[in-house]
C-alpha cells in the first residue's frame, strides 16, 4: 500500500489582528461625575421637600407638578448614568 505525502507545517507567526471597529472611548470630562450626581440628588430634594411642606414649597403654583419636576431632574441625572465611562 503507497504512503501518503506528509503535509509541511507552516513555519510563518499568523497575522496579527486588525482592529478595525470604533477607536476607545474618551473619557468623560471633569464636569461630568458632579452634575450626574448633582441632577439626582436635587431631583430628591426637591421631592422630599414638597412633601415635608406639604405642597407649599418649592413651587406652590405647580401643586402635585412638583412632583413631576422632581422625577424630571432626577431622571436626567440617571440618563447621564449611560453614558459615563
Keep these: 500500500m503507497p504512503e501518503s505525502k506528509s503535509r509541511k507545517k507552516a513555519t510563518a507567526a499568523p497575522a496579527?489582528?486588525?482592529t478595525r471597529g470604533k477607536a476607545e472611548p474618551?473619557?468623560?470630562?471633569?464636569?461630568y461625575k458632579p452634575v450626574m450626581f448633582g441632577l439626582m440628588i436635587i431631583g430628591l430634594i426637591w421631592i422630599i421637600v414638597f412633601y415635608i411642606s406639604?405642597?407649599?414649597y418649592p413651587?406652590?403654583?405647580l401643586g402635585a407638578g412638583n412632583i413631576l419636576v422632581g422625577f424630571g431632574v432626577a431622571i436626567v441625572?440617571?440618563?447621564m448614568t449611560?453614558?459615563?465611562r
Aim: proline share 19%.
Design 59 to 61: 413651587v406652590p403654583a
Design 77 to 79: 441625572g440617571f440618563l
Design 82 to 84: 449611560t453614558r459615563w
Design 54 to 56: 406639604e405642597g407649599v
Design 26 to 31: 474618551k473619557p468623560n470630562p471633569v464636569w
Design 16 to 18: 496579527a489582528p486588525t
